[in-house]
């Protein structure tokens, strides 16, 4: 059982870089401590990695601290470089447009009552009163522009351009953790492990700036099992907005989750007790087949971000496209979202099965759909078909126009009948 916050974090592998850990504890001992994250509105919604961000932040308020969350309306309009390349820079009235979609996103993860109560802050409110020559002289003059070079991102960008606007990013971001250190008592900025550089920044200049010593704690970055980054699907990014990715399909990314990765979600991503998550890997390892350990994280992640009524739907859904629910208990949206994450297509109707199977991609031919049928791999809304010539007509449609299709036990797909 851990009961400092900081082995809890350690204990969930929820800190990759940190200043000085042992300081940071120290301080923790003291009384509690205010502390702040921030997510530019480079986009409308956060994504899954911002969500490890807001989650880590709830663990140190559930311990007693203050959190303050941090909403970029100016670093947003600037972008935090990237080595791909120069960022598209949006328009002002996009980035306000988005600071408030995502200021409304960040509220639903922390709590604002309390002494330990939540406040959301944007950084325009300083940045936009400040000329240009009082921020050269009051943080320029603190950023000796070799470190500035030598930063990873900046150096593998230095050959191909970087523009002056994301070379300065850093005394932006800086700059911020100097302002909430002054208007605030931040002492500690968390963000993930690619944001090190700008964090350490922020420590630094306020060492130069005011002589104080704070923290800073990194993340790790949340990969797959070959190393690459988690957060993406087939469809794109694992986005925290119901209009961008449905609550159904947002459960499906967590059920899809490999089997070596799925016990370090779990500890990372919900706020079940290392112990239960340990004892819910020994029943998985038993019988990996069942995926139950996806099946938990996809509920707690699903019931965080969306809400309970959405996850009992997805799982709904999750069971009757398979052949193990009533597809008539499904309400239309969550049908429609299911049906479209499955790679759903429009058909005519009237069109035969075995038409639809390959517009759906569930047969690559006709010969592979009528053997698909002949076999009696073929359903129909979980109904076997045996008739190659089937043709979709109303007494097939749900909801007016979906019909489920599945060839044997685990290829799921559909057609919209128009």
Known sequence: MTD??????????????????????AEIDEGPITYYVGFDPTAPSLHVGNLLQLLTARRLQLAGHRPLILVGGSTGLIGDPKEAGERVMNSKETVAEWVERIRAQVSRFVDFGGDDGATVVNNLDWTQPMSVVDFLRDIGKHFPVNRMLARDVVASRLEAGISYAEFSYVLLQSMDY??????????????????????????????????????????P????????????????????????????????????????????????FTFLPVEEVDALMAEHDERPGARGAQRRLAAELTTLVHGEAETKAAELASGALFGRGE????????????????GAVEVPRGTTLVDALISSGLAESKSAAR?????????????????????LGDEHVLHGSWVVLRRG?????????V
């Open 221 to 268: 970055l949340i990969t797959k099992a070959d190393g690459t980054k988690f957060g993406k699907t087939e469809s794109g990014t694992i986005w925290l907005d119901p209009e961008l990715m449905s609550p159904y399909a947002f459960y499906q990314s967590w059920i899809q989750a490999e089997d070596s990765k799925v016990g370090e979600y779990l500890k990372q």
């Open 327 to 342: 597809l008539d208990d499904l309400p239309e949206s969550t049908l429609a979202a299911a049906l479209r994450e499955a």
């Open 409 to 417: 036990k685990r290829s799921v797909s559909g057609v919209q009948v």
């Open 178 to 219: 100097l302002e909430l250190f002054r208007r605030h008592g931040a002492v500690l900025q968390t963000g993930g492990s690619d944001q090190w550089g700008n964090l350490t920044g922020g420590v630094e200049l306020i060492r130069r700036a005011e002589g104080a010593k704070v923290h800073a704690l990194a993340t």
């Open 4 to 25: 400092h916050v900081i082995d809890d974090l350690q204990a969930r592998g929820l800190i990759a870089h940190s200043t000085d850990l042992d300081a940071l504890r």
């Open 371 to 391: 053997r698909a049928i002949g076999d009696g791999g073929a359903y129909v809304n979980n109904q076997r078909a045996d008739d190659p010539d089937l043709e």
